[in-house]
């Protein structure tokens, strides 16, 4: 049985920087290639939240990519997009939230997002899966590896939500709220040889220490594929998939 096509909103919150998109494009870019590598059919469209938030509430689901500004900054277009989101959980529509997105639904639906007291996370992380969610399949990790770049991170769950990644330097990795928001602080999206350069840009600003542990977490193994059918899988309310 062939499965139906899905549409998903892709609701960007930043650019790529100009002198890096000819090598590692934008990041719509880089989600789509995650979300159509993990299911072919899904439909995708683009929405940048700096600028509009979409009109109608046209998408099965909508995905908030990471942003290099923090969720408590004083910028009209979060506001905005907040409201946004407000619209869709009232419909009932699945919301994926990335880094970025992943703290301003934590820090606009009931918990709280500040600096992280071990300061920027980089490199690979990799995070304990503190509970199965059907999504997972039939067999769910116990870790997913995942690229990580933030300074900023969840201090509080939002109302109703359940934690189902953790990590030493990230200890609210991931969360869910029911079956309708899903988040996770890394980034499923990235691929190494962008996170090198984002270490490369930032090297005097992260430090010798974080800047060379950063790089030299490169060597280890991600799991951005079996992250990427987790979204779909969860964004279809499937657990088909292993």
Known sequence: MVAQAI????LRTDAVRDEFQAAHGDYVDMFRDLLLDADETLEIAEYDARVSVPEA???DAYLITGSRHSVYDDLPWIADLVDFLHRVRAAGTKI???????????????GEVGPAGAGWAVGVHTSSITSAQPWMGAAPRDAIALLSSHKDQVLTLPDDAELYATNDFCPLAGFVVGDQIMTIQGHPEFAKSYSKALMDFREEILGPETYAAGVASLAEEIHPETFGRWIVDFMRGSSSHG
């Open 96 to 110: 994926v939230g990335v880094c970025f997105g992943h703290q301003l639904i934590a820090h606009f639906f009931g």
């Open 7 to 10: 549409r998903v909103g892709i």
């Open 57 to 59: 509430l046209d998408c």
